[in-house]
């Protein structure tokens, strides 16, 4: 061998495409519209994948964005609309992960370990979020004031133009 | 946040937060702010993002430091993590040198690694003559999100040593190389040696031992006996090492600079066996001349040389060069009598040029020249017509050429043996 | 921490607890219309868009690495010829790589014919001006002699899209490749 085939890695392959389909999956509990989004976002993630493209990739990641907002906007579940969200995220960091680790040791070095823990890391933190965004969310049972909204999105806007660096 | 460097990996998410979260209150809908509400957590896990301090110990192992050309050597890279974090996202390039090529597996490693915790990587290098030292490993580190990324480079040092016996190959026809002119010289010169030339009148200061007694009892005249002078010839080994000469028909053959030095160390051996002085010199930007001598001592000089002077390292040269100086230079340092045998694969004119300026200073010239052409590209096919065109202008200029393609040496010093003797 | 970004964080933090205590059912006594919503609204999904386009305009940061695998790569030979196809088809090297192109086959053409076609060299010159060292057209005209192309070789050369500088080029090499070999016009060894 000369040189490494620079190309997203195989596991990290097969664990962002897996997730996509389960996010498929799940949007299909919302609308068809948003199920077929998210079969289109899983073909784009595929070919992201197969080319070896982050662009592709990051439109893949739109497109599973679109996805979600015309489903939350068409009233979705919150069950089905925060697992979606869950499963968008987390496929597209595989994937992109999948991509930086090919890009740098290529598909012939063994990464399994590596990719595994970084699955492992980011699904803990969406987990993690998802409960306690979930648990606020059922704390106010019973229809939250759009005072309230309102207050937490200017809260959210702040605080994002605090965190963003 | 010191260590390392934003990878922009995340960038933009913040904005999609804000639409998501935008649009919930548009269409007031919850299940939307909920959503960038998941948002904002991804965010503040990215925004804490940093890389401990990386400390690792990498050790390297040869199976052999020492081996043969062709051998294959595996290196074990062992990684471990003296830091008292864990390093969640770690990623390994191994410094091979440049000169050696990986026969087996990646020199890559991509792991998660525990305070104390060791990782290991193996593969394989093909030896080739000469010193290799690995450069630097470089070690890349991720924050488990990805956001942020260190790189830096570890050195260890480790040397595969490469110095091929100069052990002439039983079978090789150096008599093509040498018989017209290399091991004994036998000059035209009248003088002392043990082959009978001729008889002249005696003159006086004659030692008495070369009287032709016999003539003398014969016709009474005073005659003294001349042998013909004998000498061992003195024999120097010119390499190309010009950037010109670095020239390959692929990425995975040898380069015409590499097989030079190989029909030179195999040559050296050869002449050397045979009672002849022989010397070493490099035509290219870095120098190196060694006198023609004789001797187990010198023979071990020599192996040295071929195997770990950079002028015949396997890598390209990066210095100026001069080729008339280094011509020039060459001349000064060859005896009138000197014979050359002038290693290039003739890619260029200027090799040609050499040549034949050292045959019209009164060496005989002898050109090995090792086939690096090809017909892969336009540009190759031409080459080898133009290669083919000097071979032919310097065989009718006189000077001796030995065409070298994939055939052993031996195989073309015979075809070659067999071509002059016609 | 700018002055900004401090400004920010009050309003942030005030805002989200404010929103809390909303949820929690404390009565702040704030009063919402829609057009305040939907202003905020607009203006969050602004800024979003924003941010998002930032990430187009920013490339990755990463390390790149090398292939130290790989025996460091030298060129094989006539790859500098190779180079002057290249920028022969370039819009502005053109001319000046064509015509080292044309002089290099020239002279080697010229060469050839006196090595291996045995012939002297006024008669190489003569030979390459008439086009009479070579059965291939192309080849002629590639080094200057007005011979005409048969308009069906013409035509099929046009359709094949062998054409090209390279297509010529190589063809002459070709031609040089037959000089002394028994299969070329100016193949009889002398």
């Known amino acids: 061998m000369s040189e490494i085939t620079r190309k997203p890695t195989r596991t990290g392959t097969a664990m962002a495409l897996s997730v996509a389909g389960l996010t498929t999956f799940t949007l299909g509990f919302t609308t068809s519209t948003a199920a077929v989004g998210g079969l289109v976002a899983t073909v784009a993630l595929a070919a992201g994948l197969f080319r070896g493209s982050r662009r592709i990739v990051d439109a893949a990641g739109g497109l599973f964005f679109l996805s979600l907002l015309f489903a939350g906007a068409s009233g979705a579940g919150t069950e089905a609309l925060l697992l979606a969200t869950l499963g968008s995220i987390l496929a597209w960091d595989l994937a992109e992960n999948a991509r930086s680790v090919g890009e740098h040791l290529g598909r012939e070095t063994d990464t399994l370990r590596l990719e595994l823990v970084h699955a492992a890391a980011t699904l803990v933190v969406l987990a993690v979020g998802a409960a306690v965004v979930y648990g606020a969310d059922r704390a106010a049972a019973g229809g939250q004031p759009i005072t309230a909204v309102v207050l937490l999105l200017v809260g959210v806007v702040a605080l994002v133009t605090v965190v963003t660096r | 946040m010191s260590r390392g460097f934003d990878t922009e990996r995340w960038t933009g998410l913040d904005g999609l937060v804000l639409v998501a979260a935008a649009v919930g209150v548009f269409t007031r809908e919850p299940s939307l702010l909920l959503a960038a509400g998941l948002g904002v957590v991804v965010l503040g896990y990215v925004r804490v993002a940093a890389i401990p301090e990386v400390s690792l110990r990498i050790e390297r192992d040869l199976s052999d430091a020492t081996p043969d050309p062709d051998d294959e050597v ?70 488990p999100s990805g956001a942020v990324e260190s790189r830096e480079t570890v050195s260890t040092e480790t040397t595969l040593r490469c110095e091929p016996e100069l052990a002439a190959t039983a079978d090789l026809p150096l008599r093509g190389l040498t018989s017209k002119y290399a091991g004994r010289v036998e000059t035209d010169v009248p003088g002392s040696g043990l082959e009978f030339a001729s008889i002249r009148e005696y003159r006086h200061g004659d030692p008495i031992r070369r009287i032709d007694w016999n003539r003398r009892a014969r016709t009474g005249e005073l005659a003294t006996v001349v042998f013909r002078e004998e000498r061992a010839a003195s024999v120097v080994l010119v390499v190309d090492t010009r950037p010109e000469a670095h020239v390959a028909p692929d990425d995975e053959a040898e380069t015409a600079v590499e097989r030079s030095v190989d029909a030179a160390s195999v040559a050296f051996s050869a002449l050397l066996d045979s009672g002849d002085s022989v010397g070493v010199a490099a035509f290219g930007p870095d120098e190196c001349w060694l006198a023609p001598s004789s001797g187990a001592d010198h023979r071990a000089r020599a192996r040295r040389l071929f195997a770990t002077h950079p002028a015949f390292a396997p890598t390209p040269p990066d210095g100026a060069f001069f080729p008339s100086v280094a011509v020039r230079r060459l001349r000064r340092r060859l005896a009138s009598d000197a014979q050359v045998i002038f290693c290039s694969p003739l890619v260029d004119d200027y090799g040609v040029s050499v040549a034949r300026r050292l045959e019209a200073y009164g060496h005989a010239v002898t050109v090995v020249s090792p086939d690096p052409t090809t017909t892969s590209t336009v540009g190759a096919r031409l080459a080898r017509i133009e290669r083919d065109l000097r071979l032919r202008e310097l065989r009718r200029s006189g000077v001796r050429v030995i065409d070298w393609g994939d055939e052993p040496l031996g195989v073309a010093l015979a075809r070659a043996e067999a071509g002059w003797s016609r | 921490m700018t002055l900004a970004r401090r400004l920010f964080l009050l309003v942030g933090v005030i805002a989200t607890t404010a929103g809390f205590a909303v949820i929690a059912g404390v009565s702040l006594g704030l009063e919402l219309t829609d057009i305040f919503l939907g202003l905020v609204a607009a203006l969050a999904a602004l800024q979003g868009l924003r941010y998002v386009q930032r990430r187009r305009d920013t490339s990755m940061n990463t390390t790149v690495t090398g292939d130290p695998e790989a025996r460091i790569a030298v060129p094989i030979p006539g790859s500098d010829f190779d180079d002057d196809l290249v920028s022969a088809a370039g819009r502005r090297t053109r001319w000046a790589a064509r015509e080292r192109v044309v002089d290099r086959l020239e002279a080697r053409a010229r060469a050839a014919l006196v090595a291996r076609g045995g012939r002297a060299p006024e008669e190489a010159a003569a030979l390459l001006d008439t086009g009479g060292w070579t059965d291939d057209p192309v080849a002629a005209r590639f080094l200057g002699a007005s011979v005409s192309v048969p308009l069906r070789q013409r035509v099929r050369l046009f359709l094949s899209g062998k054409s090209s500088l390279t297509d010529r080029a190589e063809r002459t090499i070709a031609a040089i490749e037959r000089i002394g070999t028994a299969d070329g016009p100016a193949g009889e060894r002398r």
């Open chain 2, 74 to 143: 595996e290196v074990t890279l062992r990684v471990t993590n003296e830091g008292s974090r864990t390093l969640f996202d770690l990623r390994i390039v191994d410094g091979v040198p440049p000169a050696l090529g990986v026969a087996d597996g990646p020199a890559r490693l991509g792991t998660a690694l525990r305070p104390g915790a060791t990782a290991t990587a193996t593969y394989t290098v093909t030896a080739v003559r000469g010193e290799h030292a690995w450069e630097g490993t470089v070690v890349v580190v991720r924050d």
